[in-house]
């Protein structure tokens, strides 16, 4: 069984993102276990000199490194991600590791038409930088808009074209999730080179 990370891309305790990832975890049970992780524990990034990350953070990048992929579902705020995501990441690029090469599927809902896109594609330029380096599935963006009345009381999606969608984009996921196990040759020149950047030495 493919074993996934569904990350909340958002401190919000009130969250259609939370949503989606609980019920993709749910709809897609037969082809993969997701479990779920919350980013809102996190503490804020301080760049500590001795290198030390947080225990809650190194308990979640182990998560994510021996996982087969990670789902990040965002929210987009003033055409971003989150900072509480933004602070994740920063943790999860500073002396650890766990993205990299690792495949990432995008999702996003918003309460509005677009979908969070713009914050998608902030958060591929974010996961691509040096030090996150993670392989990033291309066009294959959901964006859940009307997020607020997407859902039914039982947290199914109501709209049978999304699902659909939904379905087509995660079967997709699984495909990359196997086609990036054979590219696994540089994987370890990338850890390096991602341990070893620095934009002060940039």
Do not use: C
């Not at 039914?152 to 709209?159: A, I, R, T, Y």
């Amino acid at each position: 069984m493919v074993k996934l990370i569904g990350l909340v891309g958002t401190n919000s305790d009130q969250s259609t993102n939370r949503q989606l990832l609980q019920y993709m975890a749910k709809h897609f049970v037969d082809k993969a276990e997701i479990e779920v992780l919350e980013i809102k524990e996190i503490p804020i990034f301080n760049k500590p000199a001795d290198m030390k990350v947080p225990e809650i953070v190194q308990a979640m990048a182990k998560k994510i490194e021996v996982a087969d992929g990670v789902i990040i579902s965002t929210p987009e705020y003033d055409h971003a991600v989150p900072a509480s995501l933004l602070n994740a990441l920063s943790w999860f690029s500073y002396g650890i590791y766990p993205f990299v090469d690792k495949p990432v599927m995008i999702t996003g809902a918003s309460y509005g038409t677009l979908g969070s896109s713009r914050a998608q594609m902030h958060l591929r330029q974010i996961l691509d930088a040096p030090e996150l380096k993670a392989r990033i599935m291309p066009s294959s963006e959901f964006l859940l808009s009307h997020s607020l009345q997407a859902f039914d009381d039982e947290n199914q999606l109501k709209d049978p074209e999304q699902v659909e969608q939904l379905e087509g984009l995660f079967t997709d996921f699984l495909l990359f999730v196997e086609m990036m196990k054979n590219l696994t040759h540089a994987h370890e020149s990338n850890k390096k080179a991602a341990e070893n950047f620095s934009w002060e030495e940039a």
